[in-house]
């Protein structure tokens, strides 16, 4: 266990519904990224928060998905009109950024669009 | 972002040493080499990373040539738990500062450990 919780672990839709997966980060730590990791594939970069602010964006992150850390604790990651293509692992990270750059890993959030 | 090159898989077995390459030739100076490794369907787990002296903990040891253009990671004495997908990623230092370390995941190699 890294101390970083993500939920639900799971979750099927339908296309063409929205759904969000929620972030728990270590509590002292000010950075939260957000990942993509499809079957095979290494996980890939979606987006980073600095506290609450939202400093990066990947050109995979589509207007349909939208992330936010409201209080610089927990995050939100929603995607909105799911497509099949979406299907995938999403995975979450801290990291301190002031004591150290090791990033800590949740367990992921699993997503299938049937 | 420098990119890393590493073999797609490898076996070893149980109780021996195994020793994991990866190519870095164009790494810049303020560039650490990062170790993660991800056991399936878990997130990635840290290991190890460097700058240009080898580094030990707990898990492994990383040992990086002197032109900085490649690294090893060595598990002293594998066990059946070590077989993952292990990533090896170089990223700048920007401790403190508001800009992102994001990793960059390439193929990673895929170690089987076998008994």
């Known amino acids: 266990d890294t101390g970083v919780s993500q939920n639900p672990r799971h979750k099927i839709t339908k296309r063409g519904q929205n759904v969000t997966f929620r972030c728990d980060p270590i509590?002292?730590?000010?950075?939260l990224y957000w990942y993509r990791q499809t079957l095979g594939q290494g996980p890939e970069f979606l987006t980073y928060?600095?506290?609450?602010?939202?400093?990066?964006k990947s050109r995979l992150l589509s207007d349909r998905f939208s992330a936010e850390r409201p209080k610089g604790s927990f995050s939100t990651l929603e995607i909105q009109r799911t497509e099949q293509g979406d299907s995938a692992m999403y995975l979450c990270?801290?990291?301190?950024?002031?004591?150290?750059?090791?990033?800590?890993f949740g367990p992921g959030t699993r997503l299938t669009v049937t | 972002d420098a990119k890393t090159t590493q073999p797609p898989s490898m076996d070893c077995a149980e109780g021996r040493a195994a020793n994991l390459p990866c190519n870095h030739s164009?790494?810049?100076?303020?560039?650490?080499v990062y170790w993660y490794r991800q056991i399936h369907s878990q997130g990635p787990q840290y290991i190890i990373h460097?700058?240009?002296n080898n580094e030990t903990n707990e898990m492994a040891s990383l040992i990086i040539t002197e032109d900085r253009k490649s690294s090893t990671l060595i598990l002293p004495h594998a066990t059946l738990r070590d077989t993952a997908v292990y990533y090896c990623?170089?990223?700048?230092?920007?401790?403190?500062?508001?800009?992102?370390?994001?990793?960059?995941f390439g193929g990673g190699t895929r170690v089987l450990v076998k008994p």
């Open positions: 990270a801290s990291e301190s950024g002031t004591s150290s750059l090791e990033q800590y």
């Open positions: 509590s002292e730590h000010n950075r």
């Open positions: 164009t790494i810049s100076g303020n560039e650490y």
């Open positions: 460097g700058l240009k």
């Open positions: 990623i170089v990223r700048p230092s920007r401790l403190g500062r508001a800009a992102g370390n994001k990793l960059t």
């Open positions: 928060f600095q506290n609450e602010a939202q400093l990066e």
